[in-house]
Structure formats: C-alpha cells, structure tokens
Nanobody, 114 residues
C-alpha cells in the first residue's frame, strides 16, 4: 500500500521559513502528480501546491511567490519550501497522490505566531 510520511513542521514567527518533506513508498513515485494540502481548524482542506511527473507546478493564489514545491524522484520525496510565513498559513499540512484514493499521510503541524 501507499505510505506517505510528512515532516518538517513546527512553530515559527511571522516572516520566517520552513521546509516540509514527504517521503513516499509503495508506488512508482516518478509517474505520479504529487500535492501539498492544508487544513486549519473549522476550515475545509485546500490544495496549496502540486507538481506533475514532468515538473509542472501549480500554486494557490494565497501562496504564490512565497512557497515552492519540488520533488526528488531518486529519494521518492516531495518538498514544500515555505518563505515569508504569515499567521494565516497556520494549519496541518498533508501530502497526497491525487489519483490514488486514501493516500493521505498523517500530516505535520505548522504554526505561525509571534
């Protein structure tokens, strides 16, 4: 089965940076689009960024210019570099394989607060 393990979250002050990692197993990683999502308490889960098998990227308007998604197929890992963090970025961040049902990881908490 597909397993995704997120890491790299934590507490950071506004304007700071974090780099999230998602390690994948149980799939031919290189052929799949990967996505980063987030969910804040009381809000719906939303797509933050995605990257295709050939490296094409898409970002939510709220994070364009601040976040960068990338992948390392040899390491079967997808990353999310988050810069200039804002309090409204506070959420649990998840990675996912959109075309594989039920592939969500356990998530990693990101808290942006002074």
């Amino acid at each position: 089965q597909v397993q995704l393990v997120e890491s790299g979250g934590g507490l950071v002050q506004p304007g700071g940076s974090l780099r999230l990692s998602c390690a994948a197993s149980g799939l031919i990683f290189s052929i799949y689009t990967m996505g980063w999502y987030r969910q804040a308490p009381g809000k719906q889960r939303e797509l933050v960024a995605s990257i295709t098998s050939v490296g094409s990227t898409n970002y939510a308007d709220s994070v364009k210019g601040r976040f960068t998604i990338s992948r390392d197929n040899a390491k079967k890992t997808v990353y999310l570099q988050m810069n200039t963090l804002k309090p409204e970025d506070t959420a649990v961040y998840y990675c996912n394989v959109p075309t594989i049902s039920g592939s969500w990881g356990q998530g990693t908490q990101v808290t942006v607060s002074s």
